[in-house]
Nanobody, 123 residues
């Protein structure tokens, strides 16, 4: 199984980025997909997740209304559209997959992780 995250970069505050995570080696539509982030010196934290069936979405309060998670099962890809970026959004962003998962907020409940992509928001 491989999760390949991409789309990170340097952006000014107020700008937008779209992260992508391409999955291979798994039956994608059987997996809940999540995005987490880790800033320097901080623990990994939940950002957003999408259920494996039914299309339910979940967001951290800090990104609600600014970030949108979506998935394309035909492309085995999950996306994170990030608008209104703030300097405090600076972190390495990781995608993760949980087989028929329902504990979306807990990193330990995910089975597979991508390598991370760095997002830097300048003020």
């Amino acid at each position: 199984v491989q999760l390949q995250a991409s789309g990170g970069g340097l952006v000014q505050a107020g700008g937008s980025l779209r992260l992508s995570c391409a999955a291979s080696g798994l039956t994608f539509n059987n997996y809940a997909m999540g995005w987490f982030r880790q800033a320097p010196g901080k623990e990994r934290e939940f950002v957003a997740a999408l259920s494996w069936a039914g299309g339910s979405t979940f967001y951290a309060d800090s990104v609600k209304g600014r970030f949108t998670i979506s998935r394309d099962n035909a492309k085995n890809t999950v996306y994170l559209q990030m608008n209104g970026l703030k300097p405090e959004d600076t972190a390495v962003y990781y995608c993760a997959a949980a087989f028929r998962g329902s504990y979306y907020y807990t990193p330990e409940k995910y089975d597979y992780w991508g390598q991370g992509t760095l997002v830097t928001v300048s003020s």
